[in-house]
């Protein structure tokens, strides 16, 4: 079982750049480990590092400047474009996000976020500049997530907007649960069904 998401309410990185493919998030030199374990420290590796050297990070990069902190990332339009590698979740993840916001989601990416209890958070244009606004001018800012009542709400100014999600999903991500889990969760509503087909 993985870790399960409800309410988060956290400082946030904000990443406000479109189209930002996997290959960027985890570059392909990186996918040789097969666990999920150990990729956070590459994540976004060319852009927070001059000539992907981790001795020499770019100070005005966002995982690099200490204003910013927390376990939501906003990122601009587009995210999570290109291949399909799940790699890209396990590191958003693993570096220490457990919602990743934008206007725009590639549907494989999103998918791979909610397999690995990342949670998507899909926003209006406007909202999402809200957001990056909001964050620049007090990087301290929290931002509230609510997965049982889908909304995200910026604190300090109570601006709030409801996501949608695949109840599904909803329910693993509130749970903990895997397909697997989910499934030995149901076992005695399925061994009721198949009594009744007898």
């Known amino acids: ?22 290959d960027q998030i985890i570059p392909a030199r990186f996918l040789k480990a097969t666990t999920r374990e150990g990729f956070g420290k590459n994540l976004f590796r060319d852009w927070r590092y001059e000539d992907g050297d981790e001795h020499r990070p770019k100070i005005d990069f966002p995982l690099n400047d200490i204003t910013y902190s927390g376990k939501i990332l906003i990122a601009g339009k587009n995210f999570g474009c290109g291949s399909s590698r799940e790699h890209a979740a396990w590191a958003i993840k693993d570096y220490g996000f457990d919602v990743v916001v934008s206007s725009f989601f590639a549907d494989i990416f999103k998918n791979n976020a909610l397999n690995n209890f990342l949670l998507p958070v899909l926003v209006s244009d406007p909202f999402l500049q809200q957001l990056f606004d909001e964050v620049h001018k007090n990087p301290a800012a929290e931002i509230e997530v609510s997965l049982e ?7 300090a100014t109570g601006a709030t907007e409801s996501f949608d999600i695949n109840s599904y999903k909803k329910t693993c991500l509130l749970n903990g649960y ?3 889990d989910y499934l030995l969760n149901m076992k005695q509503e399925i061994e009721a069904f198949e009594e009744q087909r007898v």
Do not use: L
């Open 1 to 22: 079982m993985g870790n399960s998401i409800n309410i988060v309410k956290s400082r946030a990185v904000p990443i406000p750049i479109e189209n930002i493919d996997t």
């Open 149 to 155: 009542d889908q909304y995200i709400k910026i604190a």
């Open 178 to 180: 895997d397909d697997i």
